[in-house]
């Protein structure tokens, strides 16, 4: 079992940066890649990026790519979400998630950080 933690979240305003962070614990080397999602009041979550644990392989999703970047400090057993230029739309609860293999899907979820961009 891996436990997630999100921390980071808050209020800003259009145009301004968060970083995200997420703390796994656990079976932490049965980790296969690590991700982000965001779900906006009154609509599904939505995914943003991944990141595989060990070779740092990244993805991130059309919509977000060129203001948000994951990464991860293995060493901490943290992954990050570094938002920039963010927009009102932003604006919803972002989830940290771990899955175990690459045809595995995200099985482990933090309890999600607060993300409100509002001018």
């Known amino acids: 079992q891996v436990q997630l933690v999100e921390s980071g979240g808050g209020l800003v305003q259009p145009g301004e940066s968060l970083r995200l962070s997420c703390v796994a614990s656990?079976?932490?080397?049965?980790?296969?890649?690590m991700g982000w999602y965001r779900q906006a009041p009154g609509k599904e979550r939505e995914f943003l990026a991944a990141i595989t644990w060990r070779s740092g392989k990244v993805h991130v999703e059309n919509s977000v790519k060129g203001r948000f970047t994951i990464s991860r400090d293995n060493a901490k057993n943290t992954v990050y979400l570094q938002m920039n230029s963010l927009k009102l739309e932003d604006t919803g609860v972002y989830y940290c998630?771990?899955?175990?293999?690459?045809?595995?899907?995200?099985?482990?979820w933090g309890q999600g950080t607060q993300v409100t961009v509002s001018s």
């Open positions: 656990g079976s932490t080397n049965s980790i296969y890649a």
């Open positions: 998630a771990a899955s175990v293999s690459q045809t595995a899907d995200f099985s482990s």
